[in-house]
């Protein structure tokens, strides 16, 4: 497997010495935001985590490799390409790599690159989970099985808002996938910082917190945990703007016949379009909170880790 995996420098030296290391996806990259503010972005949410004592580490793929830790010039040619770019998931994986495919890595491809390097935190904008009307499409992320199997925690504010909230939340029960609010007592939707709906712990302190993530895989309970950190109040958007959007952007996508890979790509730059711009500026504000959350969470568990 190492053969696939290529490291940058920086990040294998950090992992070398048990320096922390906050695990970032691509897919937000080329299909989540727009250029130029892509690749801004990126750059930006690597230098939060560096600010905060860690080192970042975005995933992708690239000439046939697993690759943890990008250059510039890596973030610029798939932020300029956008959509282009092959969407990696899970199985997605093995394709792009003996082909050589540029691929970008969602939250479950970038946990398993992570799981592989032995990087345990990861931020990312928000989970994929069940699609609305999942009933009769049965769209259903693979983001969800693979938060069931590798040991990766996962901080988010939530799941993406376009989804299924409750049922999200149900299918992440019945997978035994723990779901802790940071300093909040519900689950965020996203844009706005509450979905009404309960998390399973609350947990304010990120000692405890990593704490809680060793002991579940010291004792072998396998599969991640779902991190929500609510967006911070001056980003968040009024439910009911962002709803009205979210339903008119579904409607769209409905009568375009627009399905797959393509919904979210497709509902979150509607709903930029309707939100005239407010949505894109909520969203990178978010993950530069999820980053600065992961990285205090890394480096937590690596004091611990570097105790034993």
């Known amino acids: 497997m190492q053969s696939y995996l290529k490291l940058s420098e920086e990040v294998a030296a950090a992992l070398s010495t048990g320096r922390p290391v906050v695990a970032l996806e691509s897919t937000i990259i080329s299909h989540g935001m727009p250029y130029p503010?892509?690749?801004?972005?990126?750059?930006?949410?690597?230098?939060?985590?560096?600010?905060?004592?860690?080192?970042?580490?975005?995933?992708?793929?690239?000439?046939?490799?697993?690759?943890?830790?990008?250059?510039?010039?890596?973030?610029?040619?798939?932020?300029?390409?956008?959509?282009?770019?092959?969407?990696?998931?899970?199985?997605?994986?093995?394709?792009?790599?003996?082909?050589?495919?540029?691929?970008?890595?969602?939250?479950?491809?970038?946990?398993?690159?992570?799981?592989?390097?032995?990087?345990?935190?990861?931020?990312?904008?928000?989970?994929?989970?069940?699609?609305?009307?999942?009933?009769?499409?049965?769209?259903?992320?693979?983001?969800?099985?693979?938060?069931?199997?590798?040991?990766?925690?996962?901080?988010?504010?939530?799941?993406?808002?376009?989804?299924?909230?409750?049922?999200?939340?149900?299918?992440?029960?019945?997978?035994?996938?723990?779901?802790?609010?940071?300093?909040?007592?519900?689950?965020?939707?996203?844009?706005?910082?509450?979905?009404?709906?309960?998390?399973?712990?609350?947990i304010d302190d990120a000692k405890i917190l990593a704490t809680a993530l060793q002991a579940k895989w010291k004792m072998g309970l396998q599969g991640g945990v779902v991190i929500a950190n609510p967006i911070p109040l001056a980003h968040a958007m009024p439910a009911e703007r962002i709803d009205a959007a979210i339903s008119q952007a579904l409607a769209e996508a409905k009568r375009l016949n627009i399905n797959g890979k393509s919904v979210t790509p497709f509902l979150l730059a509607t709903i930029e379009q309707l939100t005239g711009g407010s949505s894109l500026k909520a969203n990178i504000e978010l993950v530069h909170n999820n980053a600065q959350l992961a990285t205090q969470l890394a480096v937590a568990y690596s004091i611990l880790e570097n105790q034993i």
Request: hydrophobic share 45%.
């Open 37 to 202: 503010q892509n690749v801004e972005m990126a750059i930006a949410v690597e230098q939060t985590v560096r600010t905060h004592g860690a080192i970042p580490a975005t995933a992708a793929i690239m000439n046939g490799q697993l690759r943890l830790g990008l250059h510039v010039t890596d973030i610029e040619r798939i932020g300029v390409a956008g959509s282009a770019v092959m969407k990696c998931s899970r199985r997605d994986i093995p394709f792009a790599l003996v082909q050589k495919y540029d691929g970008t890595t969602t939250v479950a491809a970038t946990m398993i690159i992570a799981a592989l390097a032995g990087i345990r935190i990861f931020a990312t904008g928000g989970i994929g989970g069940v699609h609305r009307g999942a009933s009769k499409t049965f769209d259903i992320s693979a983001d969800l099985e693979e938060l069931a199997r590798t040991n990766v925690a996962v901080v988010c504010a939530g799941a993406k808002s376009i989804l299924d909230l409750p049922l999200t939340l149900e299918y992440l029960e019945t997978q035994g996938i723990p779901v802790v609010g940071w300093q909040t007592d519900t689950f965020p939707a996203f844009y706005s910082r509450s979905s009404g709906l309960p998390v399973d712990y609350r």
